[in-house]
């Protein structure tokens, strides 16, 4: 009876959707298409029902129309207001022919659109935050931006990135997903002007055309690009002060006509700062609490620059070619004093003072080439091969002293150290769009990616005036991974007030790591199923609930299992685990929202979560990180936006998320089930004020949190800013973490596993900066778009 009533309810729905049907369209001038159209359909009264804007071919089409009586106008500045005739619509789909617009008599050249994005928008599957009107984000980097998003935390000591709770997160680029191990990301993120970014996309549940990677989701940022016909772009700079000078431009140019379209952006930032590291560690031993303390002043220079650019072809009516191009080169550089201090037993202290210099630099050069085309106006087809090449350097230099307290022996040791590691990646897509109704349409593909990378360590210590090579950290591997995936989606309105996306997703991964000892020391073949499903109902044009489910894996990276030994200091070290398994995620999510406020329950239960870094002691007391498989993670939480105007010219955007989290250990010698109770909270006020000027005043507070086995400390952080618009210029001054409370403290104390450690780095996050941007190009009627600042953005010039 239940598999009866199921059956008859969905034929019900799908009877009620087919009894709905759709007007398509046209709008030209008497020489081109007017991709700029606003297109409104009225009931016969000349009341609204609804507007779309038209696409890059002048196309529209209203979706779920019932039968009745109605009329179509539209209209573009510069051109003569247009109203059909009346337009019975009975049970067919109906096409009109096409309208043609006619050019006003009056020429006016220069038109000024404001219409201001909000600062947060909620979509069916992902959290959009329009980087473009926060004054605060002018002249930060986009990883700044990010620490200051809902729900995000930004673990910048272990260069990690968590999602509501969540550390399996995946960074895309214009559609296209970052193949590095998240911690060289946000290293490139930290130095990522945010002022060529137009938003960031918080996808907590991706639909299946996208890797199934990250148990907490993706984070797609997009680029700046415009649709307009002509050529425009913008540029800026950045006077900065952190502990020292903060540098910065960047630059975009966009040109496009009817069938060529090309762009470029360019950002380039100086950050000279000093960063402060603290680390403690006890531990018992036959009765003697041992005791190690850390402390370093780590003076650094980070130079980063970063390119970004496409060419799009439209060779045919139905067909184009984007090629696109990227460049990235980071070099940090780091002059250290550390001082480590070893109470290993009650007649033994080591004393031990280091002067360390480092050098990491990040290159990168991709490219790619894609095909889109049209066979016919239901159906579209997407080709697409991308090629990345990456390479790090990353020597270091340490000359010590080392005082034998109790026997005053004083010793020295230098240590030189040279790491390598090229990285390589082979893309290919081939993705099928086919809409067989504006109620239904499929979306099907097949993805190859195959890596290879090799790691090359080299270590020697200075012996009798000559380099000897360390055979304990000094090592040689390298990894081959190839994966393979096919999918297929669909979208489904079973009615004017339904919207179904579901997908279904296959992932078949193969890993291999070897030594020249071994060749096959990790060597794994596995393949996983990923469904995903969100559905959205209309109660009325301003509420609506929201369901979403999904599944999803976050793999090892390599420097999570590769068998290396990197040293922090003489009693520290960080190391991978070849035992590491891949986590697997399902979470549900349940959202209601009217108006301006949006609120969601979530739940997610991870399975062999990765926690990086965890902190354990070997047999020689040594503190020892790497990363580690929890048995699971389970994460429950309550999401709360709200935005509202205090008065017309102030609005304040607020942002809660509530979390409980409980996980269970996996690895340690007496397993352990930790509880976590936290909250994660953003307010942002926008203030208008006369004469072109504007404040913003916000803060953001995250409570105590699980990191693994440890506790990531509360944080929190007050931030402001002015600004003054000047024509087609805008000046910023603005200042991040006024009172300095943003530092970054773990803590883990397991008395059970004989486990206590604690670790402080400030990172000297207050950041006063003044910013000026301004943009340039053609702002003539013809080439502007007009459309709601809540619209989904055009296609970019290059996905």
């Known amino acids: 009876m239940k598999i009866l009533i199921l059956i008859m309810s969905f034929l019900c729905l799908t009877i009620y959707s087919f009894c709905q049907v759709a007007i398509h369209g046209k709008i030209k001038d008497q020489r081109q298409n007017l991709s700029s159209a606003t297109v409104v359909l009225l009931r016969s009264d000349s009341s609204v029902i609804k507007s779309v804007a038209a696409d890059n071919d002048g196309g529209f089409i209203f979706e779920n129309v019932q039968p009745g009586h109605y009329l179509v106008s539209s209209s573009v500045v510069g051109y003569s207001k247009f109203v059909s005739g009346d337009i019975p619509v009975e049970n067919k789909d109906i096409t009109l022919k096409d309208i043609i617009l006619q050019e006003a008599t009056t020429e006016l050249n220069v038109v000024t659109v404001k219409a201001k994005k909000p600062l947060f928008e909620q979509k069916i599957d992902r959290l959009v935050v329009n980087v473009q009107s926060s004054i605060t984000s002018s002249g930060s980097t986009v990883l700044d931006v990010l620490q200051k998003s809902p729900g995000i935390v930004v673990n910048r000591q272990n260069n990690t990135i968590a999602m509501n709770g969540k550390s399996g997160v995946k960074i895309m680029i214009n559609g296209k997903l970052i193949e590095l191990p998240l911690e060289v990301v946000v290293q490139m993120l930290d130095g990522m002007s945010a002022s060529n970014v137009e938003k960031i996309e918080l996808i907590t549940s991706p639909p299946a055309k996208y890797d199934a990677e990250g148990n907490a989701g993706i984070i797609h940022i997009v680029m700046k690009g415009t649709a307009d ?230 270590t020697q210590n200075l012996e009798n005036n000559g380099w000897v090579t360390d055979p304990v950290f000094t090592s040689y591997s390298d990894l081959s991974e190839q994966v393979a995936a096919a999918y297929v989606s669909t979208k489904w309105n079973p009615g004017m007030q339904w919207q179904v996306n579901a997908g279904l997703r296959y992932e078949y991964t193969h890993t291999s790591i070897g030594t020249p000892a071994q060749k096959n020391l990790v060597n794994r073949k596995y393949g996983n199923l990923f469904p995903t499903i969100s559905t959205k109902k209309d109660l009325d044009s301003k509420k609506d609930l929201e369901f979403s489910y999904s599944r999803r894996i976050s793999r090892p990276t390599y420097n999570d299992i590769a068998p290396f030994v990197f040293f922090w200091g003489p009693n520290t070290f960080s190391s991978g685990n070849t035992a590491l398994l891949p986590a697997i995620s399902d979470a549900v999510k349940a959202g209601y929202h009217v108006k301006r406020w949006i609120i969601s329950l979530q739940f997610s239960h991870s399975k062999n979560e990765i926690s990086m870094l965890q902190p354990e002691s070997d047999s020689q007391s040594n503190l020892i990180y790497r990363s580690q498989n929890l048995k699971y993670l389970n994460t429950i939480g309550l999401v709360n936006s709200l935005s509202f105007n205090v008065a017309s010219w102030w609005e304040v955007q607020t942002n809660l998320t509530a979390q409980y989290l409980v996980a269970q250990t996996l690895h340690l010698q007496n397993n352990e089930t930790i509880h976590n109770y936290g909250v994660n909270v953003n307010v942002i006020n926008s203030i208008k004020l006369p004469k072109d000027f504007a404040i913003e005043l916000s803060g953001m507070y995250q409570s105590k949190t699980l990191w693994g086995i440890s506790e990531f400390l509360a944080v929190g952080s007050l931030n402001a800013g002015i600004q003054k618009k000047m024509g087609k210029g805008v000046l910023r001054l603005s200042i991040d973490d006024i009172f300095n409370t943003n530092n970054w403290k773990l803590k883990t104390n397991l008395p059970g596993n004989n486990l206590k450690s604690y670790f402080d780095y400030d990172f000297h996050t207050r950041y006063a900066r003044l910013t000026y941007t301004r943009s340039f190009g053609n702002n003539k009627l013809q080439s502007v778009k007009l459309k709601s600042g809540a619209d989904e953005e055009k296609a970019r010039v290059a996905n």
Do not use: C
């Open 229 to 458: 016909i002509g050529t425009n772009g913008s540029f800026g700079v950045t006077l900065g002060y952190r502990w020292a000078e903060n540098l910065g431009g960047n630059f975009n140019i966009n040109h496009r006509s009817n069938r060529f379209a090309l762009f470029i952006d360019y950002s380039v930032l100086r950050n000279h700062n000093l960063h402060l590291f603290k680390m403690t560690k006890e531990s018992l031993e036959n009765g003697f609490t041992q005791n190690v303390a850390d402390h370093s002043h780590r003076e650094n220079i980070t130079t980063q620059q970063n390119v970004n650019a496409g060419i799009e072809w439209k060779f045919t009516k139905n067909s184009l070619i984007n090629v696109s191009f990227t460049g990235y080169r980071r070099n940090w550089d780091m002059n250290a004093l550390a001082n480590d201090v070893n109470h290993a037993a009650i007649d033994s202290t080591v004393i031990t003072n280091m002067n360390i210099h480092e050098s990491n630099i990040w290159q990168s050069a991709t490219a790619g080439i894609g095909l889109q085309t049209r066979p016919d106006q239901k159906t579209e087809l997407n080709f697409s091969v991308d090629y990345l090449y990456y390479h790090n350097d990353n020597p270091s230099q340490y000359d010590n002293n080392i005082l034998y307290q109790q026997n005053n022996i004083n010793a020295n040791s230098k240590i030189d150290l040279q790491k390598e590691t090229p990285i390589r990646f082979v893309i290919a897509n081939a993705d099928y769009k086919h809409v067989y109704s504006p109620l239904f349409s499929i979306e099907a593909g097949v993805k190859g990616v195959t890596s290879s990378l090799t790691n090359n360590v080299l």
